[in-house]
């Protein structure tokens, strides 16, 4: 029998994930138990597994009126907890406060500014969250060509401009950007943080792709290696731990192409006139980067790793002239 205040205790526990501290004996007694026979102890772990819980230490060890915690067995959790979502304040120019300038400067101020920082645009702002439109090349176009000739920035404002929160999904921005040309980022207290342009988007896009295309290119340069060498029985044979039903090199993984390799019976096949070590080093290197670029950090990988990918991918290209 367990008594309902120790089943409340579980509730709680498993609801909102809250520890308990109590003693052995307190234990024993919420089973209606004196002390912690073989019975007793199997039923209690019985009950403990089926609810998912745990003490620690152990209840069966140690003095019967020492302190223990009872706690729901630790949880699987991701490794570093990311958002799901790329966002537009992961772009560095969401996080750089735009040049602006005020309703009463001057044109030439503004066009000074735009040749000066290579812009297209300037945010027309009074103070951090006041913003009032912008000034552009295509505004000051088209008010001189509709016989504006002044020498006030006021008189070529445009206020249609678009400001995104702080934490629009990316792919969200990027139809509004690639629309408008250029968006402001503002966080919930209305201040702008930055200002993204289509250039903005396009350099996140090769950030994130360039390491697959680099990838792609080295497993298709490998398989060419590959193609034609090994009988289709043997390739089972070599990776017996592959998931897949092998019928073609493109079925083996990426760990697949170093184990078979790393057999110098197996590399003699390929006749290469280039140092094995050297060349499973430097493959088994390209395999963690690919692992991490399967993980899709929006930071995208180190500089390191992406010249890693260029010169395998440089290198075996310039082996397949010769081969």
């Known amino acids: 029998m367990i008594k309902d205040e120790f089943l409340e205790i579980v509730n709680e526990i498993k609801e909102n994930d809250k520890e308990f501290q109590i003693t052995p004996r307190e234990l024993l007694n919420y089973f209606c138990c004196e002390?912690?026979?073989?019975?007793?102890?199997?039923?209690i772990n019985r009950f403990l597994d089926e609810n998912q819980l745990e003490t620690e230490p152990n209840y069966v060890n140690g003095w019967i009126d020492g302190t223990i915690i009872l706690k729901h067995k630790k949880k699987a959790t991701t490794k570093n907890g990311i958002d799901p979502i790329q966002r537009i304040k992961l772009l560095?120019?969401?996080?750089?406060?735009p040049i602006s300038i005020t309703r009463e400067a001057k044109l030439k101020e503004a066009i000074t500014l735009m040749m000066l920082n290579n812009y297209s645009q300037?945010?027309?702002?009074?103070?951090?969250?006041?913003?009032?439109g912008y000034v552009s090349w295509d505004t000051i176009g088209c008010a001189l060509s509709n016989g504006i000739n002044s020498e006030d920035v006021k008189e070529y404002i445009k206020t249609d401009i678009t400001i995104l929160n702080y934490d629009t999904p990316i792919l969200e921005a990027i139809s509004v950007v690639i629309d408008k040309e250029f968006v402001l980022v503002s966080k919930n207290d209305k201040t702008i943080t930055g200002i993204v342009t289509i250039a903005d988007i396009s350099n996140q896009f090769l950030l994130v792709t360039e390491p697959f295309l680099l990838l792609e290119q080295i497993e298709n340069h490998i398989r060419q290696l590959l193609d034609k060498k090994f009988l289709i029985e043997e390739l089972k044979t070599f990776c017996k731990n592959n998931e897949k039903d092998i019928e073609f090199i493109d079925d083996l993984s990426f760990g697949d192409y170093i184990f078979i390799l790393s057999n110098p019976q197996n590399w003699d096949k390929l006749?290469?006139?280039?140092?094995?070590?050297?060349?499973?080093?430097?493959?088994?290197?390209?395999?963690?980067?690919?692992n991490d670029v399967m993980h899709f950090d929006p930071e995208g990988i180190t500089s390191e790793q992406r010249n890693d990918l260029y010169k395998m991918a440089k290198f075996l290209m310039e082996l397949k002239k010769y081969n």
Do not use: Q
């Open 122 to 132: 300037l945010p027309v702002m009074n103070g951090v969250r006041n913003v009032i």
């Open 92 to 97: 560095p120019s969401s996080n750089n406060e």
């Open 35 to 43: 002390k912690r026979t073989s019975g007793n102890v199997w039923f």
């Open 271 to 290: 006749n290469l006139k280039i140092e094995r070590s050297y060349f499973i080093k430097h493959l088994d290197k390209i395999r963690a980067i690919r």
